[in-house]
């Protein structure tokens, strides 16, 4: 039996492997790449996988650094943003907080159908000159631990095949084939569980209201195509359209305060809407929303030992690290290590030492997961309290356009000379976070505000230094000026610490803002404030 040889071989062809592929090939034009992939080709629409909405770092990766815009417009719903209506058993909406956009922020997002967007991107490889093998199935992994080649046995239509890869990345989701040959899985504390099923047709939340200047909030009045989250104590439900004409819905909870055994079903999760979300329940009952699937995952959080190596492999998406959806990370994840994975395949591939990258890449890749599962780590208990959750949601959004997000956008994410100017910043506001989640966890455990029938709509779009935060995301700027610009930017998180930090401890004394309050003092108090009077109502 003859034995291929590849220089980059990616085991799985779902989204990580599909754009780790095309990313590689715009990089590099006489790179030869394969992608197994298991499952057989095309793959159905809507009925596919979840992970639909995407933010920032994930939507520039696909539109600008794939340069798959004119796909996402055509074929695709551009994101109304994120909206929040903290409504526990709601039965009239328009009394309940609401937390989104009223207009289109700058930054573009978009909502994907992912069998759609993966049975694209699979027909694309062979038009760039990548192989893309479906109905592949990986029987053995041998890693090479010295300069030969990692060698691998596949099926494929019956036949055996033997091949060789100088580069091999695990691509292949929570299966994760290198991950377990070297033992690399690593558990959480964040016990949380998800189900979710598709609907044929759009599910619009405007049809829980007839009221008129409710529905006139948004202009055009396009709540459905935001990723709206509908935020309860320990859960929240996600409703997330899709180009086929179809919905997303999915439970999110913590296990101790909703068990999965509860919503495992769908006539379990129906029961469960009826009781904590009667509206959506409602809508959901109709009859040209059919059911198309249902599917559950029990504490899908995880983490990985090592996802990059000097022998020449890689985790990549959720075969290495999967924190939660709540602000829909995983394509940026993908987007990241991909491109870690990419500078590093170019600099080996130049003849360069990889040593140091893949240490700093590895650390600020684990970085970036541990700050982002500060913001879900014990916090869900908190999440239908209509008084801490919007200021939560301020902050979480504005730590991230702050520092991770125009780092990606800008094309500094694996630049290791502008990274080493910003360590200072970076670990600032990671010290900043670290100190605001827990005096978020207390606010909600003292406030008794909850869930009232006051009927606010915190618009973010009103936010002008919030609205310029997004918008100057895609601004084009030498190293010099990006530097100052992120430096400003930890200024303006740093002060809105402090308005957070001073509001909270006039209204609850209780609470220990001692931590936050010492990383402030060289801080003043903004003159306007950051935030109106209400998003501190209690």
């Known amino acids: 039996m003859s034995i291929e040889k590849r220089d980059v071989v990616i085991l799985g062809g779902g989204l990580a492997g599909l754009t780790l592929a095309l990313q590689l090939r715009r990089q590099d034009a006489d790179i030869r790449i394969r992608v197994l992939e298991r499952r057989q080709h095309p793959v159905p629409e809507a009925a596919f996988k979840v992970g639909e909405s995407t933010v920032e770092i994930g939507a520039h990766y696909f539109a600008n650094v794939l340069g798959l815009l004119p796909h996402l417009k055509t074929q695709h719903i551009r994101k109304f943003g994120f909206r929040f209506f903290f409504s526990d058993a709601s039965v009239n909406i328009q009394r309940s907080t609401e937390l989104g956009v009223s207009m289109l922020l700058p930054t573009p997002s978009w909502q994907i159908d992912r069998g759609r967007f993966e049975n694209f991107l699979a027909e694309q490889l062979p038009l760039h000159d990548i192989e893309f093998v479906d109905g592949a199935s990986v029987r053995e992994v041998t890693l090479s631990d010295s300069d030969a080649p990692h060698r691998l046995r596949y099926l494929h239509a019956g036949l055996e095949h033997q091949l060789e890869a100088h580069w091999l990345v695990d691509a292949a989701g929570r299966a994760g084939l290198i991950k377990r040959k070297l033992g690399l899985e690593k558990n959480n504390a964040h016990d949380v569980n998800s189900v979710w099923w598709r609907v044929e047709g759009f599910v619009d939340p405007n049809d829980w209201s007839e009221d008129a200047d409710w529905q006139a ?322």
Request: one cysteine or more.
């Open 217 to 538: 909030r948004c202009v055009p009045p396009d709540r459905w195509r935001s990723t709206n989250h509908l935020c309860g104590p320990g859960y929240w439900v996600w409703m997330i359209p899709l180009g086929s004409h179809a919905h997303s819905i999915g439970i999110v909870a913590d296990q101790q305060m909703h068990p999965l055994e509860s919503l495992n079903s769908h006539e379990k999760a129906m029961h469960w809407l009826r009781q904590h979300q009667p509206r959506l329940a409602d809508l959901l009952a109709r009859p040209q929303h059919a059911l198309m699937d249902f599917r559950f995952l029990k504490h899908f959080s995880h983490e990985c030992q090592q996802v990059f190596s000097t022998q020449r492999w890689a985790l990549s998406g959720e075969a290495g690290y999967f924190a939660d959806p709540f602000y829909s990370p995983g394509s940026d994840f993908i987007a990241i290590s991909n491109s870690y994975i990419a500078e590093l395949i170019r600099l080996e591939r130049s003849g360069q030492p990889i040593g140091l990258h893949v240490a700093l890449f590895e650390q600020l890749y684990r970085g970036f997961y541990d700050n982002t599962m500060s913001l879900y780590l014990g916090q869900y208990p908190l999440f239908g309290n209509a008084e801490v959750m919007p200021v939560k949601v301020i902050w979480d959004y504005t730590f991230y356009w702050a520092l991770l997000a125009p780092l990606f956008i800008s094309g500094r994410i694996a630049n290791i000379q502008v990274l080493s100017r910003l360590r200072s910043d970076m670990e600032r506001a990671a010290a900043l976070n670290a100190a605001m989640q827990p005096l978020l966890r207390q606010w909600g455990e003292h406030s008794d505000y909850g869930t009232p029938d006051d009927g606010r709509l915190l618009d973010q779009y009103r936010i002008g230094w919030f609205h310029e935060m997004n918008r100057a995301l895609g601004d084009v700027l030498d190293d010099e000026r990006f530097i100052a610009k992120i430096h400003a930017n930890i200024g303006q998180l740093a002060q809105l610490a402090l308005e957070i930090a001073t509001q909270v401890k006039a209204r609850y004394r209780q609470v220990d803002t001692a931590p936050l309050l010492a990383l402030l003092q060289d801080v003043t108090a903004p003159e306007p404030a950051m935030l109106d009077p209400a998003w501190f109502p209690g």
